[in-house]
Nanobody
Framework: QVQLVESGGGLVQAGGSLRLSCAAS????????MGWFRRAPGKEREFVAA????????VYADSLKGRFTISRDNAKNTVYLQMSSLKPEDTATYFC?????????????????WGQGTQVTVSS
């Protein structure tokens, strides 16, 4: 089992930045791919970014490339999402997820463990 706890959300003005963190329990974290997803009010869950178990490969939603950066520190069992140039439409609950495989997926059904989410609100 892997337990995931997100942090770092909050209220930020448009154009600002936030860094989300996801702390994972479990000795096998370093072998799992990790992903970030988000759900805006009234919308479906949306893929944001994912990273392989080594951190050597990442994938992003096309609409977010250049503004969001995913990274991980396996020594700290933590994955990060650096968000910059935030827009009101980025307002959502952000979730991290892990899967029992080392390579990434953009499909939320491919992930086995989920955090509770952290709220990000971007004001205009």
């Amino acid at each position: 089992q892997v337990q995931l706890v997100e942090s770092g959300g909050g209220l930020v003005q448009a154009g600002g930045s936030l860094r989300l963190s996801c702390a994972a329990s479990g000795r096998t974290f370093s072998r799992y791919a990790m992903g970030w997803f988000r759900r805006a009010p009234g919308k479906e869950r949306e893929f944001v970014a994912a990273i392989t178990w080594t951190g050597g490969s990442t994938v992003y939603a096309d609409s977010l490339k250049g503004r969001f950066t995913i990274s991980r520190d396996n020594a700290k069992n933590t994955v990060y999402l650096q968000m910059s140039s935030l827009k009101p439409e980025d307002t959502a609950t952000y979730f991290c997820a892990s899967r029992r495989l080392g390579y990434t997926s953009t499909d939320p059904d491919a992930y086995d463990f989920w955090g509770q989410g952290t709220q990000v609100t971007v004001s205009s």
